[in-house]
Each structure stands twice: as C-alpha cells, then as structure tokens.
C-alpha cells in the first residue's frame, strides 16, 4: 500500500505515529516489543518524531536492520547516527541491540553477532526500511557477496556480511527472512529519483538487479506498507 504526503513533514509525522501505535500494542499484548530501523540519512525526521512518543520505552528493544563496518566514532556509522537522531529523550530508556562489535572484520564475530540476533523475540513488531537509488535495502546491494544467502526465503540465518561495489566499506545486514515477517514492514523513501528507482523495481524482472524486490515480493498477511514525500 502506497502513502504519498506533500512533504517531508507530514510524512515523519505519520509515519511516527504508526509505528508508536505498533510499539504500544506490542507492549500491551505481549509485554514488549522490537523495532529494527535503517541508518543512511532519509530517516533522520522520523526517528527525531518518534523518539518523543508517549509510549513505554523501556519495553522496547531497538536494532539496525543493517551497519557499516566502521567504529560508531565514524560518520558513516548508522549506530551513531541512531543514538544522534533516535536513542534521545524518552527513546532513550529504549534497549539497544547492536549490529556492530569491535572487531577487524564481521566475520570474526558473526557468530556472536548471530547468537544474540537469534535471541532477540521474532517476529518484529516494525521494521522500516530505506532504499538507495540502486534499488538496495538493508544492505541488500546489487551485486553483493552474500546477497544470494541474505534473500534466500527459506534461510535460517538472521545476520549476514555483505560486500558490494557500491555498499562502500563492509557490512552486515539482518536478513530478508528476518525482515520479511514483521507485523508491521514499511519502506521509508523520499524524492523523486527513489520513486522512479521504485517504480523500476516493481517492474518485473530478477532481484539480483533491485534487491528491493525481494521484500517487494515477500508475501505477507498484512500488506507492505511504502511511505513517500517529494
Ligand atoms: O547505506 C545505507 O543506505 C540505505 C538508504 O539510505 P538513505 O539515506 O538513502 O535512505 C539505508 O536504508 C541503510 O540503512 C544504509 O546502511
């Protein structure tokens, strides 16, 4: 289902208030609830407006849905970019899971990594994902190392690493399986030029070319839910 607002306002607005009603539910029926975001930069209004929701955040676990390979003193690392524009004011009694551990490479704690993933409640209550130009998501990139084991639907893993041409440093990203399921998924985009990078991506043709369109052809019980603003 398609949501267009006339700018990038009404859109976080929205957007916030749909996944705190998510969150809250989750809380009140199950006594807790996941929220797994994207970092890049399109989220920012968003996680500034639903950090300020009136729901009990301490009840609520927050991860990426991927990383950069790079220290959180970065300014590519998606981890500092949520506890800038995210874990602040009320938010901030949420719980964090990482993605990223101090290490030279995902691989040498992937197992770590995996473990505490596969611990974590399934499925999601809200994940909201981000697209680039190229048609990736997560770090589901064109072209990726690992993007075979990443979209396979029948996976078991809940982390892979990833390497792509245009992914810039490594990374590691949840998977498709693990994102597919949540009770609430949405893609967050904005502008022009993603739109038609959508539209590009719901036409037919392999994923491999738009990774987007594995979770474009996920299926689902409750509907894939896109947000866009000029
Ligand atoms: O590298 C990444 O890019 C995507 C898209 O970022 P955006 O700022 O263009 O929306 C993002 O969703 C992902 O989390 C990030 O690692």
Redesign the pocket.
């Known amino acids: 289902m398609m949501h267009r607002y006339e700018n990038r306002e009404a859109l976080a607005e929205a957007l916030a208030a749909g996944v705190a009603a998510v969150l809250a539910g989750g809380i009140a029926t199950r006594g807790g609830a996941t929220l797994a975001v ?6 920012k209004l968003f996680l500034q407006t639903l950090a300020k929701a009136d729901i009990d955040w301490a009840s609520v676990c927050v991860t ?5 390979w790079v220290p959180e003193s970065s300014d590519r690392s ?1 981890t500092a970019f949520l506890r800038r524009h995210f874990l602040q004011g009320p938010a901030a009694q949420a719980r964090f899971e990482p993605l990223h551990e101090d290490a030279e490479a995902p691989e040498d704690v992937l197992d770590e990594i995996e473990a505490r993933f596969s611990r974590l409640p399934r499925p999601f209550d809200a994940v909201i ?4 130009g190229d048609g ?4 589901f990139f064109p072209g990726g190392d690992r993007l075979v084991d990443a979209l396979d639907p029948a996976g078991r893993l809940s982390v892979v690493p990833m390497r792509a041409g245009g ?1 810039g440093e490594p ?1 590691v990203t949840l998977t498709l399986p693990r994102l597919a399921d949540a009770r609430f998924l949405a893609i967050h ?1 904005e502008g022009i030029e993603k739109l038609r990078a959508l539209e590009a991506a719901e036409a037919a043709g392999p994923e491999t070319e738009y990774p987007v369109r594995a979770v474009l052809r996920a299926p689902r019980e409750q509907p894939l839910q896109i947000f866009w603003a000029p």
């Not at 994207?38 to 989220?43: C, D, E, N, R, Y």
């Not at 990426?64 to 950069?68: A, H, P, S, T, Y």
């Open positions: 994207s970092g890049g930069s399109t989220p990426l849905v991927d990383e950069r998606n994902l981000g697209m680039g990736h998501t997560a770090s992914a990374r985009i």
